[in-house]
């Protein structure tokens, strides 16, 4: 008996593990017929912001007129008249709300809530081009093969890699050895595949595998512990500037009043807080120049608020309520955790216990690298 139920385990592992080993990034694309977001490299960050709030997006590639640029990492990512050949543009870096934020947090005098606004102006003014490669991520530009195998591109993402390019039609010229990484490359066309794109599709395929995601988020070691906080009195400012510090796309916000003024100002331990909010570089998305500016001395839980409660978002208003936080427990499946990030289009789960109290974090890369660590190894 103990044989028959361990062959049938085997068989439902290998067939979930074929879904994958079967599949490449080509079939993750057949369904995607998004145009790719791009601006130019000559443009203002405040213009980035309005693509990127046009759009819907997060993130978008730099271009620049072909053999003027290195890109980043030593990138380059070209797209070519599909005729000719002929080299039209060449991509020379992502941007993302966090590189913009981190170079607003980069000028002290913002501080103070009666500068000038010409300072931000200023900041704001600035080329895209000036801030590329200026954070980790940026430090490279990722593209993906189309026939790279799902797992390949799995093992990528589950690192940290947000998003890469992927060529319509590829022409490699050079590829590195980390996972089917290219560094060297043209095409006629590229589309962009994000972590999210890889989650929905894993969402899409659950059952195939629920011996997997039925488990819970805790016993599959999916939970990152160690999760940094601001509190309900940071000040948007701050908040910025704690994101850019620790590198983090985000951070909960959480009550601490038992702790000292400059507490307010940087990141605390978040453990065993109480979990109240959550503060994104991409909640900066829907601020123009003045709305930023008026919101840079006050509360960036307050900030948060006015934004998902608000049409009027450069007004601090009484009738604000608070976002619904996305949460889970450590006893929480893996599916339902995936289906709230899906849902609600959110990178990462704050995990509490049944007070309310943090005690940890599921990010979009967990997700993907316990999924693929268990495909990996029969004892899943």
């Not at 439902?12 to 601006?39: C, F, G, P, Y």
């Not at 704690?242 to 978040?270: F, T, Y």
């Not at 123009?288 to 409660?309: H, N, P, V």
């Not at 006893?331 to 216990?353: G, P, Q």
Request: glycine share 6%; charged share 25%.
């Amino acid at each position: 008996m103990q044989e028959i139920k361990e062959a049938n385990a085997n068989m439902q592992w290998t067939e979930s593990t074929r879904i994958i080993t079967d599949k490449k990034v080509k079939d993750l694309m057949a369904n995607n017929a998004k145009r790719l977001v791009e601006v130019p490299y000559t443009v203002s960050l405040s213009q980035v912001m309005g693509t990127l709030v046009a759009n819907n997006v997060v993130a978008v590639p730099a271009v620049a007129p072909p053999g003027q640029w290195i890109g980043a990492g030593g990138s380059m990512i070209v797209e070519t008249d599909k005729q000719t050949g002929t080299p039209r543009k060449h991509y020379i870096g992502i941007v993302t709300m966090f590189d913009i934020a981190a170079h607003i947090a980069g000028d002290d005098r913002l501080s103070q809530n009666d500068d000038g606004v010409e300072d931000l102006h200023e900041k704001m003014s600035a080329p895209v081009s000036s801030i590329i490669g200026h954070c980790i991520e940026g430090l490279n530009l990722w593209t993906l093969n189309p026939n790279t195998s799902l797992m390949d591109c799995m093992e990528v993402f589950s690192k940290g890699v947000h998003r890469a390019m992927i060529p319509v039609d590829s022409q490699m010229q050079q590829i590195s050895e980390s996972g089917g990484i290219e560094l060297r490359e043209s095409s006629s066309g590229y589309q962009m595949l994000t972590q999210m794109d890889v989650i929905k599709f894993l969402k899409q395929h659950a059952s195939e595998w629920n011996h997997i995601v039925g488990r819970s988020v805790e016993d599959l070691c999916a939970v990152t512990d160690k999760v940094y906080a601001i509190t309900e009195r940071t000040r948007l400012i701050d908040a910025i500037r704690c994101l850019k510090a620790s590198m983090l796309n985000a951070v909960p916000i959480v009550n601490a009043s038992e702790v000292g003024p400059d507490d307010h100002k940087q990141l605390l331990n978040g453990r065993s807080r109480k979990l109240i909010g959550t503060f994104s570089a991409t909640d900066l998305r829907k601020c123009d120049i003045e709305t930023l500016r008026f919101w840079l001395g006050k509360s960036a839980l307050r900030f948060t608020e006015q934004m998902a409660s608000s049409e009027t978002p450069q007004q601090e208003t009484s009738s604000t309520s608070r976002r619904e936080l996305v949460t889970c427990t450590a006893e929480t499946a893996l599916s339902e955790v995936i289906d709230k990030a899906v849902t609600r289009h959110v990178h990462r789960v704050w995990v509490v216990d049944q007070e309310g109290l943090l005690v940890g974090v599921v990010s979009l890369s967990d997700i993907i690298r316990i999924i693929r660590t268990c495909l990996l190894s029969t004892k899943w």
